[in-house]
Nanobody, 126 residues
Framework: QVQLVESGGGLVQAGGSLRLSCAASGRTFSSYTMGWFSQAPGKEREFTAAITRSGGATYYADSVKGRFTIFRDNAKNTVSLQMNSLKPEDTAVYYC???????????????????WGRGTQVTVSS
């Protein structure tokens, strides 16, 4: 199992920016597609962004396209999420996850990810 630890959350005003980071250990990081998910109070966990093993392809939820950027550094075993033009509706706990390489479904399904961090809180004030 890979261990994932998120950092970088906090309180920011609408229109501001945050960068979340996720440090991975325990497995060959570069072998796994990585994803970020968010979960707002009372709601299900939902897909935010994903990046393939080499970083050659990225995928985003429609709600964050053009505002968020996912990137990774395989030499440092980290995956990050740059969040710009934040909105109050972005308020949530954000989780980093590694995707099971045997899963062939959509990148946005939580089912395909088998290791999760504990999350980091992002709060956007209006």
């Amino acid at each position: 199992q890979v261990q994932l630890v998120e950092s970088g959350g906090g309180l920011v005003q609408a229109g501001g920016s945050l960068r979340l980071s996720c440090a991975a250990s325990g497995r060959t990081f570069s072998s796994y597609t990585m994803g970020w998910f968010s979960q707002a109070p009372g709601k299900e966990r939902e897909f935010t962004a994903a990046i393939t093993r080499s970083g050659g392809a990225t995928y985003y939820a429609d709600s964050v396209k053009g505002r968020f950027t996912i990137f990774r550094d395989n030499a440092k075993n980290t995956v990050s999420l740059q969040m710009n033009s934040l909105k109050p509706e972005d308020t949530a706990v954000y989780y980093c996850a590694s995707r099971n390489p045997d899963y062939s479904g959509t990148y946005g399904s939580t089912v395909g990810y088998d290791s999760w961090g504990r999350g980091t809180q992002v709060t956007v004030s209006s």
